[in-house]
């Protein structure tokens, strides 16, 4: 069984910073990627950004230049550093792995309950 969990969500002013963390834990082989999606008050969840096992990352145009993602592959965490937070960026923020366990050789999508970030002064 494996098991995602998000921490560091919060209610921050605009222009400030936050960081959010994600533990995976479980019987996990490899991880070929992690990343963060957040899912807007009545949007559909979107990509954030993310980090392959090689370190080549990706961002939405959102993100670009304010938010940062960086990964641990020995403890299997994954960061968000988020800066110049504004009031859109409110939002559920899930934690996501691409990963394979011991059990089963092939690559599975999983997902993390979410952390609740919100922006407002």
């Known amino acids: 069984q494996v098991q995602l969990v998000e921490s560091g969500g919060g209610l921050v002013q605009p222009g400030g910073s936050l960081r959010l963390s994600c533990a995976a834990s479980?019987?996990?082989?490899?991880?070929?990627?992690m990343g963060w999606y957040r899912q807007l008050p009545g949007e559909e969840r979107e990509l954030v950004a993310l980090?392959?096992?090689?370190?080549?990352?990706r961002y939405a145009d959102s993100a670009k230049g304010r938010f940062t993602i960086t990964s641990d592959d020995v403890q299997k965490m994954v960061f968000l550093r988020m800066n110049s937070l504004e009031p859109e960026d409110t939002a559920v923020y899930y934690c996501?792995?691409?990963?394979?366990?011991?059990?089963?050789?092939?690559?599975?999508?999983?997902w993390g309950q979410g952390t609740q970030v919100t922006v407002s002064s």
């Open positions: 980090i392959t096992s090689g370190g080549n990352t």
């Open positions: 996501n792995a691409v990963l394979n366990t011991y059990a089963g050789g092939r690559y599975m999508i999983y």
């Open positions: 479980g019987s996990i082989n490899r991880i070929n990627a």
